[in-house]
């Protein structure tokens, strides 16, 4: 980190139902996969990411 750079990251998901119940990663990871949605999914992480990342650049 001497070029106090970011070279890579990783996140793990958690989701929570409508009723407050926590499934787990290993759960609704394989559901995604096998409705085709991991791809959407991560999407929306990267803008989440993104955003943050330039919301904290920007000062706020």
Do not use: S
């Amino acid at each position: 980190m001497a070029a106090q750079r970011c070279t890579g990251a990783e996140a793990l998901l958690h989701w929570r139902r409508a009723d407050g119940q926590w499934i787990r990663p290993d759960v609704f990871i394989a559901a995604a996969e096998a409705d085709n949605m991991i791809i959407p999914l991560t999407r929306h992480l990267l803008k989440l990411v993104y955003d943050k990342i330039l919301y904290k650049k920007n000062g706020r």
